[in-house]
């Protein structure tokens, strides 16, 4: 039997209302040197004979647990039955739009250092569409991993060579954030980038796996700062529980609406935020000026979300910090590229 040149993982649970529509957008894929693996992963609905009708295409392998056993792991043994020198990940109730595989195939072949890419998404709601766009080159994706998942996980194709060597799978340590944990790994072994493309349509359903992260809130806080903490340390900043705590609430803007400034002082986040960039200085971990880049996003995203709790002072301190020209520039050339180079 011939080897294919990739290998596409769809892990299945109770996903029978978007299953053939998600199936269909690969199989229609310009490229077309690919292993479909289908995991149900014990499905209680139709999913099964869903699966069952697509198994007369010689590309597609259905694989059944026999009972539920979670994501992580039926990621990890979707990772075992792969064939292919690449992996490529999809999501039962997604769509993969055309070109993804031939883009990144292609890339991969021409970039033999870069072990991951991914791309941007469209993400829908019914009938609301969105836009969101991730870090293009490694060094983005290094600075963006001090804070937040740098990829979109249903965009993303591997190198399954690199896996083996490295002994890198999914963890139940990290469960809801498996991925941005098996990420923050790997970019510190390889690099790693996003493509300039929107590859998937993701559907946004909350019952999904990014809605049920939320519920607990400090089994989240403890897990996401343990996967930030590889890249700090490797940036040399090993944080104080308080640090942990404000370096969290800086990662998303839900969190940054809810920081108060009497816990934490402006100036202590700045300081903070400075001290990022001192020790960057230090260690070359990623190129400054992403870095900057990122960091000043942070900093305009605390004066625009907490204008209104803040006082005079702490109004005129903000806008005087080189941080937030730093990140004014920087949303302005993310607008710049997403404009001119994505489609």
């Known amino acids: 039997m011939q080897v294919p040149e990739l290998s596409v993982v769809i892990p299945v649970y109770n996903a029978g209302k978007y299953l053939e529509v998600a199936i269909s957008s690969i199989l229609t894929q310009s490229f077309q040197d690919f292993e479909l693996l289908i995991i149900n992963d014990g499905s209680t609905d139709n999913s099964q004979d869903i699966i069952d009708r697509f198994l007369v295409n010689s590309k597609v392998r259905g694989i059944n647990n026999g009972k539920n056993l979670g994501l992580i792991a039926t990621l990890n043994i979707g990772i075992g039955h792969a064939r292919g020198r690449f992996i490529a990940r999809m999501d039962a109730d997604d769509i993969c739009l055309p070109g993804r595989f031939t883009k990144q195939v292609a890339f991969m072949k021409e970039n033999k250092d870069v072990a991951l890419t991914g791309g941007s998404v469209i993400c829908f709601f019914g009938d609301y569409d969105l836009n969101q766009y991730f870090p293009l080159n490694p060094d983005a994706v290094k600075a963006e991993a001090l804070f937040n998942c740098p990829f979109s996980h249903p965009t993303v194709m591997i190198r399954r060579g690199f896996l083996l060597k490295h002994n890198l799978r999914y963890e139940e340590a990290f469960k809801y954030a498996e991925d941005y944990a098996l990420w923050q790994k790997t970019i510190q072994k390889a690099k790693a980038c996003n ?16 809605g049920r992260a ?7 806080f403890t897990i996401i700062s343990s996967i930030q903490q590889i890249g700090l340390e490797k940036l040399g900043v090993v944080n104080s529980e308080q640090e ?100």
């Open 214 to 220: 939320g519920r607990d809130e400090h089994e989240r």
């Open 244 to 343: 942990k705590k404000l370096h969290y609430l800086l990662s998303l803007s839900d969190r940054l609406a809810t920081i108060s400034f009497s816990e934490f002082p402006v100036r202590t986040i700045y300081r903070y935020l400075n001290k990022l960039l001192e020790k960057n200085a230090l260690t070359g971990y990623c190129d400054p000026r992403e870095l900057e880049m990122i960091l000043g996003k942070i900093w305009v995203k605390i004066f625009l979300i907490n204008r209104q709790k803040l006082n005079w002072g702490e109004y005129v301190y903000i806008l005087r910090r080189s941080l937030f020209l730093w990140g004014t520039a920087g949303l302005i050339r993310m607008r710049f590229i997403f404009l001119t180079r994505f489609n």
């Open 195 to 210: 493509l300039p493309y929107f590859f998937v349509k993701y559907r946004v359903l909350p019952t999904g796996q990014t």
